[in-house]
């Protein structure tokens, strides 16, 4: 992969963060089983929500990253999930936000 190549794809990744940062305030803002004014999509913040972080996944999923850094990425989850089992939200996709998709 050439530097530009890797420079697109980190641009694409920078966009759907954003459309996903959108989708999420967006829902804070209308609530998650509404849509806000104007969206597109004609479903609810949630699904939206969701929408944007399956985009988001697929353009991580471009740079083809080898088997060892998907390992540390894996590891790094881990090490959140432990912080967030003490210090972070309940709930999960089993959270009520979920419920209207």
């Known amino acids: 992969m050439t530097e530009l190549e890797r420079a697109e794809i980190l641009v694409l990744i920078i966009e759907e963060a954003g459309e996903l940062i ?3 305030t967006k829902a ?3 609530g ?6 104007g969206y597109q999509g004609g ?10 972080f ?3 996944l697929a353009c991580v999923d471009l740079l083809k ?8 990425i894996e590891g790094e989850k881990e090490k959140k999930e432990k912080k967030l089992e003490k210090y972070g939200p309940k709930g999960g996709i089993g959270n009520p936000m979920f419920r209207s998709i």
């Open 28 to 30: 804070l803002r209308f």
């Open 22 to 24: 959108q989708a999420c």
């Open 54 to 56: 399956g985009q988001l």
């Open 65 to 72: 990253l080898p088997d060892e850094l998907w390992d540390f």
């Open 43 to 52: 479903s609810t913040n949630a699904r939206a929500v969701l929408l944007e």
């Open 32 to 37: 998650w089983e509404h849509s806000w004014p």
